[in-house]
């Protein structure tokens, strides 16, 4: 790994090292499709079998999404993985919250849909019969899969007999064998979600939200009885069942009325964790967190926040430190102790089959990658399962407890799921399933680059070079923003597809001249608390404006960059970036691809918390405007694609019309690309393809060679 700081002497030094490299390993690598860097199967959704020694994941290939299964063959040659359902169409379909049968018999999934923000059912493909969202079954045997509901998040009964789901925010059952008609178990207020059954199946717990408060509910199959545990003014989240199925764990958020977001959060009232009788009804304190660092409660990407381990351990997500870390605490009170010690931050936990164990990954000792790790729920030194120059998360572990299946990618590797059997080495579980023409060694390894922003801030980046590229060249540069904003690009593959897809698109600019450089500007994570709540960020100020120049006056300053030919591209928060960059420096910024970006902060906070009233304060809502994009373009000159599509639930669509109208006024060049009720992360492949192919002519024709 090559850590660059921006100081003279040093990029005096490493700069010629650097080139050299890039040119040898340029000797032995031929130019690559757009198709063909995308073509990979990305995974997601990996699950570990209740019993016997299988793994279940989700693969989106080419659009066209699938289960697959891999278990240890009889014949001890391995895990051998299969595709059990056999969708063929890149539709915007689609597939995830896999649920395995108690005897790892069948796999429940579900299909269509927007599993990220629920709503209406979307239909990118503009399906004249229109689309639906359903609960699926598919059995390892063999056979088509069967359709059991109409919903979403199905949680199987550990009886093996019957599925809950969430169907217009309501919980409901279903029967395996279709026998009986779906029917509505409970008829409340608000809206459900976190579905957890009780060990035996006899009860199950949910978090029903409330608009300004929140309960944790639980029904009894018997007597269809339902009754909220300790139910207060604040918000109850994340049910955790005790392994005798008599007490439920929670977290509870305090009463908050604020009406804002993107802003810096550093402390709140401290959150706390709980734990209620099922059969009384009655709570009390277990732990809460102390005030200052920490009292803010932070999730990790996780299906569960909350874990009940062995002997008595509640572990948990908390950032005393100013990093997010394990914590565990007994079930009858007391300190909280640190699990995961030491300047990083910890994600995609699971809790090893006899609760004894939590695996996770984090960025320990490599900070800008992820690696696998195990940590007692008791205490303890925590060990590492991977390490090297890969990119590791979300672990889960078999039910032998004899083998840790994960995701995996590398520099020139895409995602793909691997396991670590014992003491083996970690080895990749459908190899068949990356295409033969996946151009692997034709990709270039990102160099780490540590820049001044315009105040001085340390911010990380990736710095992908041109192939071949000769000492005295001078190529057109683009800078890359990630959205989010809580994103961290990584010198890899990520582990979501909407950025895995970007590193591909990053590596095909690369292939074709371009200097790229992703920048992990402050607000997004993997720095810690502090870097993640940046003073002044987004609709407070837009201190990352100042991370956006530092990281212009990097590439200006480069030999190899033409200063003339400095271009931005994003998405999401990473379009907001670009925008802002092109609206206030487009003496700098000569061109953008602006991917349903924010340009008016009003606007994007009203729509992720209704309650938000622009009138009501108008201190903030005037700094929430001046951080906008909208606000400086007077200034702004540069011609700029805008992409989005009209059926998105993150950015409003009218962020782009509004965009469109100012730059029309202000005589301004772009060109637009709008995809017909497609969501914000686009679910259909060609929709990815045709973004990229337009995005990559757009900058060709603005940046490169005689512009």
């Given at each position: 790994?090559?850590?660059?700081?921006?100081?003279?002497?040093?990029?005096?030094?490493?700069?010629?090292?650097?080139?050299?490299?890039?040119?040898?390993?340029?000797?032995?690598?031929?130019?690559?499709?757009?198709?063909?860097?995308?073509?990979?199967?990305?995974?997601?959704?990996?699950?570990?079998?209740?019993?016997?020694?299988?793994?279940?994941?989700?693969?989106?290939?080419?659009?066209?999404?699938?289960?697959?299964?891999?278990?240890?063959?009889?014949?001890?040659?391995?895990?051998?993985?299969?595709?059990?359902?056999?969708?063929?169409?890149?539709?915007?379909?689609?597939?995830?919250?896999?649920?395995?049968?108690?005897?790892?018999?069948?796999?429940?999934?579900?299909?269509?849909?927007?599993?990220?923000?629920?709503?209406?059912?979307?239909?990118?493909?503009?399906?004249?019969?229109?689309?639906?969202?359903?609960?699926?079954?598919?059995?390892?045997?063999?056979?088509?899969?069967?359709?059991?509901?109409?919903?979403?998040?199905?949680?199987?009964?550990?009886?093996?007999?019957?599925?809950?789901?969430?169907?217009?925010?309501?919980?409901?059952?279903?029967?395996?064998?279709?026998?009986?008609?779906?029917?509505?178990?409970?008829?409340?207020?608000?809206?459900?979600?976190?579905?957890?059954?009780?060990?035996?199946?006899?009860?199950?717990?949910?978090?029903?939200?409330?608009?300004?408060?929140?309960?944790?509910g639980v029904y009894n199959v018997q007597s269809?009885?339902?009754?909220?545990?300790?139910?207060?003014?604040?918000?109850?989240?994340?049910?955790?069942?005790?392994?005798?199925?008599?007490?439920?764990?929670?977290?509870?958020?305090?009463?908050?009325?604020?009406?804002?977001?993107?802003?810096?959060?550093?402390?709140?009232?401290?959150?706390?964790?709980?734990?209620?009788?099922?059969?009384?009804?009655?709570?009390?304190?277990?732990?809460?967190?102390?005030?200052?660092?920490?009292?803010?409660?932070?999730?990790?990407?996780?299906?569960?926040?909350?874990?009940?381990?062995?002997?008595?351990?509640?572990?948990?997500?908390?950032?005393?430190?100013?990093?997010?870390?394990?914590?565990?605490v007994s079930t009858e009170g007391g300190r909280?102790?640190?699990?995961?010690?030491?300047?990083?931050?910890?994600?995609?936990?699971?809790?090893?089959?006899?609760?004894?164990?939590?695996?996770?990954?984090?960025?320990?000792?490599?900070?800008?990658?992820?690696?696998?790790?195990?940590?007692?729920?008791?205490?303890?030194?925590?060990?590492?399962?991977?390490?090297?120059?890969?990119?590791?998360?979300?672990?889960?572990?078999?039910?032998?407890?004899?083998?840790?299946?994960?995701?995996?990618?590398?520099?020139?590797?895409?995602?793909?799921?691997?396991?670590?059997?014992?003491?083996?080495?970690?080895?990749?579980?459908?190899?068949?399933?990356?295409?033969?023409?996946?151009?692997?060694?034709?990709?270039?390894?990102?160099?780490?680059?540590?820049?001044?922003?315009?105040?001085?801030?340390?911010?990380?980046?990736?710095?992908?070079?041109?192939?071949?590229?000769?000492?005295?060249?001078?190529?057109?540069?683009?800078?890359?923003?990630?959205?989010?904003?809580?994103?961290?690009?990584?010198?890899?593959?990520?582990?979501?597809?909407?950025?895995?897809?970007?590193?591909?698109?990053?590596?095909?600019?690369?292939?074709?001249?371009?200097?790229?450089?992703?920048?992990?500007?402050?607000?997004?994570?993997?720095?810690?608390?502090?870097?993640?709540?940046?003073?002044?960020?987004?609709?407070?100020?837009?201190?990352?404006?100042?991370?956006?120049?530092?990281?212009?006056?990097?590439?200006?300053?480069?030999?190899?960059?033409?200063?003339?030919?400095?271009?931005?591209?994003?998405?999401?928060?990473?379009?907001?970036?670009?925008?802002?960059?092109?609206?206030?420096?487009s003496g700098l910024f000569a061109a953008g691809?602006?991917?349903?970006?924010?340009?008016?902060?009003?606007?994007?906070?009203?729509?992720?918390?209704?309650?938000?009233?622009?009138?009501?304060?108008?201190?903030?809502?005037?700094?929430?405007?001046?951080?906008?994009?909208?606000?400086?373009?007077?200034?702004?000159?540069?011609?700029?694609?805008?992409?989005?599509?009209?059926?998105?639930?993150?950015?409003?669509?009218?962020?782009?019309?509004?965009?469109?109208?100012?730059?029309?006024?202000?005589?301004?060049?772009?060109?637009?690309?709008?995809?017909?009720?497609?969501?914000?992360?686009?679910?259909?492949?060609?929709?990815?393809?045709?973004?990229?192919?337009?995005?990559?002519?757009?900058?060709?024709?603005?940046?490169?060679?005689?512009?």
């Amino acid at each position: 790994m090559f850590s660059l700081r921006l100081t003279k002497n040093l990029f005096a030094t490493a700069l010629p090292v650097i080139l050299m490299v890039a040119a040898h390993a340029g000797a032995q690598q031929k130019p690559f499709t757009l198709e063909q860097v995308l073509s990979a199967p990305f995974p997601d959704g990996l699950t570990a079998a209740p019993t016997g020694d299988k793994v279940a994941w989700v693969f989106n290939a080419g659009g066209a999404r699938n289960v697959w299964v891999a278990e240890s063959s009889a014949d001890a040659k391995g895990y051998q993985a299969r595709a059990v359902t056999t969708y063929a169409d890149d539709d915007g379909q689609d597939i995830a919250e896999l649920s395995w049968l108690p005897d790892a018999s069948a796999i429940v999934y579900g299909r269509g849909g927007d599993f990220e923000n629920g709503g209406d059912y979307p239909n990118p493909a503009s399906n004249a019969a229109g689309v639906d969202q359903g609960i699926w079954i598919v059995a390892l045997s063999g056979g088509a899969p069967r359709r059991l509901a109409e919903g979403h998040s199905a949680a199987v009964s550990p009886k093996g007999d019957s599925v809950a789901y969430i169907y217009k925010d309501q919980v409901w059952l279903v029967r395996i064998s279709g026998g009986e008609k779906a029917a509505q178990l409970v008829h409340s207020k608000g809206k459900i979600d976190s579905l957890r059954w009780s060990p035996d199946g006899s009860d199950l717990a949910f978090a029903s939200s409330r608009s300004d408060h929140g309960f944790i509910g639980v029904y009894n199959v018997q007597s269809k009885s339902l009754r909220y545990l300790d139910p207060s003014v604040d918000r109850d989240i994340e049910p955790a069942w005790s392994p005798d199925g008599k007490q439920v764990a929670f977290i509870r958020l305090p009463a908050n009325r604020e009406a804002f977001m993107f802003g810096p959060k550093r402390t709140a009232q401290p959150w706390s964790i709980r734990i209620a009788d099922v059969a009384a009804g009655g709570g009390r304190e277990v732990w809460k967190a102390d005030g200052g660092r920490g009292s803010a409660f932070r999730e990790v990407p996780a299906d569960n926040q909350l874990l009940w381990g062995a002997g008595g351990h509640l572990v948990f997500p908390w950032e005393r430190d100013g990093w997010t870390h394990l914590y565990s605490v007994s079930t009858e009170g007391g300190r909280a102790e640190l699990l995961t010690p030491g300047e990083f931050e910890v994600e995609h936990t699971s809790l090893s089959p006899d609760r004894s164990q939590v695996l996770f990954a984090s960025n320990q000792n490599d900070i800008d990658r992820r690696h696998i790790w195990k940590v007692s729920v008791a205490g303890g030194r925590p060990t590492a399962v991977t390490s090297g120059t890969g990119i590791e998360w979300a672990p889960v572990m078999t039910s032998d407890g004899k083998a840790i299946a994960l995701l995996r990618s590398d520099a020139r590797r895409p995602a793909r799921p691997g396991i670590v059997v014992g003491s083996s080495e970690l080895s990749d579980l459908a190899p068949q399933t990356i295409p033969a023409d996946f151009p692997s060694a034709s990709l270039v390894e990102p160099q780490q680059v540590i820049i001044s922003a315009a105040d001085g801030m340390r911010i990380h980046g990736q710095l992908f070079l041109p192939p071949g590229a000769k000492a005295g060249e001078r190529h057109p540069a683009l800078i890359f923003f990630h959205g989010g904003s809580r994103r961290e690009m990584l010198l890899g593959w990520h582990y979501m597809q909407y950025y895995h897809n970007a590193y591909g698109m990053n590596q095909y600019l690369a292939s074709h001249g371009y200097v790229v450089l992703a920048v992990n500007y402050r607000s997004g994570i993997g720095y810690g608390m502090e870097f993640r709540e940046a003073l002044n960020y987004g609709a407070t100020g837009a201190s990352e404006f100042n991370d956006v120049m530092g990281a212009g006056l990097y590439l200006r300053g480069r030999p190899d960059v033409d200063p003339a030919r400095i271009g931005l591209w994003g998405g999401s928060y990473g379009g907001y970036l670009t925008a802002l960059g092109l609206a206030r420096a487009s003496g700098l910024f000569a061109a953008g691809v602006d991917m349903h970006g924010v340009h008016d902060w009003n606007l994007e906070i009203h729509h992720f918390v209704a309650a938000y009233d622009p009138a009501a304060d108008l201190n903030v809502s005037r700094l929430a405007f001046e951080s906008s994009p909208l606000a400086a373009i007077k200034s702004w000159r540069s011609p700029v694609l805008l992409i989005q599509g009209d059926d998105d639930r993150n950015v409003p669509f009218s962020e782009t019309i509004h965009l469109a109208e100012a730059l029309r006024k202000q005589g301004v060049y772009f060109e637009q690309l709008v995809f017909p009720d497609e969501i914000h992360d686009f679910l259909m492949h060609k929709t990815w393809l045709a973004a990229y192919h337009a995005a990559a002519n757009f900058l060709d024709r603005k940046l490169g060679p005689g512009n």
